[in-house]
């Protein structure tokens, strides 16, 4: 036999009518309070009230403190809470619903938590494999220049090796040795070693893998860094280059080599630009905003221009004009990241075809 489901208002009903009843029982048992009609329906009253004010606590006020303190601990992110009635009333029901939303709220919770750990997980890796790409790209723009820096530093080495010999021929030829009389080739000798290690250490630098702090950098600095590896090969081209550096130090908080990264990619695809025209200009210019808050670069080439309709892909991964073999797509979409990494602009120019380019980058400056 199922037991009997009383409401609440039922059972509210029935204690005050079982209440009234003994209350009547003990009046007729007074047979003085029969005298005073009036005291007999205040005293009723009265004990009618208390009665029924402790029957709605037990019934209503103690539950609903039950149920208001579960949610606060819900409310405070703890899900641990389950409330056990033994009543099969509303309150009851309301108990189990409760319940049953706070377990959902934990299923819901564990598999938020799920969702960011793969989340974080699938992010960490997103940027562990854009650190490869830009190491690859990074590797790609080595190789390019190798032959080129091979170039450079042989040019200074053969300066090296013939003063050597010519100081050696010297010396044999004198009885008295004088290290005097050789300080200007010796100087010479100095120039072309440092000018190598420069050129050297540079590229050591460019080519090292992973990803540094971000530290007050001198965007003039870094634009000569990265010139050191390419401006034999603008000269090569035919290019005529024209620095308009900015007189004061322009910092922004970057890593360098990543910065020198995009700087040397724009200026390989500007000379990618002019090649059929074996001559041309690429004019470098950087300056701060009058409201010293933003550091201006700027790349401008006199090359074979942009389609209008290429314009708006020019950022994008694998999008690319040059031949098959030429390039692979992926130098400006990497140079897109890491300025936004930075969190800065750079955007593309070009009135079309034989008109040229420009590339314009904005990095927050520090004052």
Known sequence: MKPIKLSISTK???????????????????????????????????????????????????????????????????????????????????ANDFNQMVFSLKMA????????????????????????????????????????????????????????????????????????????????????????????????????????????????EAIEATLILAEREIRIENIKLIRELSNEPLLVLADSHQL????????????????????GELRIKTQIDPERKSVMISFSDTGCGILPENLSHIFEPFFTTKKLGEGTGLGLSISYGIIKEHNGTIAVESEGRDKGAAFRITLPAIT
């Not at 056990?84 to 009333?89: I, T």
């Not at 990264?261 to 002019?274: G, S, Y």
């Open 109 to 220: 919770e564990e598999e938020r938590n799920e969702e960011h750990r793969e989340l974080t997980k699938a992010n960490q890796e997103l940027k562990e494999a854009q650190q490869k790409l830009i190491q690859s790209a990074k590797m790609a723009a080595v190789g390019q220049l190798a032959g080129g820096v091979a170039h450079e530093i042989n040019n200074p080495l053969t300066g090296v090796l013939n003063n050597i010999q010519l100081i050696k021929m010297e010396v044999e030829a004198k009885k008295e040795f004088n290290l005097s009389e050789f300080k200007e080739i010796l100087d010479v000798v100095e120039e072309s070693a440092l000018r190598c290690k420069r050129i050297t250490q540079g590229l050591l630098d460019f080519s090292r893998a992973g990803k540094r702090p971000h530290q007050p950098t001198n965007i003039n």
């Open 260 to 279: 020198q990264q995009v700087f040397l990619d724009i200026i390989n695809n500007a000379k990618w630009a002019m090649q059929e025209k074996k001559q």
């Open 12 to 94: 509210l009903v029935a204690f005050i009518a079982i209440a009234e009843l003994l209350i009547m029982l003990v009046f007729s048992k007074l047979e003085t309070l029969k005298q005073f009609p009036l005291l007999e329906a205040f005293l009723d009253t009265i004990i009618l009230g208390i009665i029924v004010s402790w029957g709605l606590r037990f019934l209503l006020a103690k539950p609903l403190q039950k149920i208001f303190q579960a949610m606060q601990q819900v409310g405070g992110k703890d899900l641990d809470v389950a409330l056990e009635f033994k009543q099969k009333d509303e309150m009851g029901r309301l």
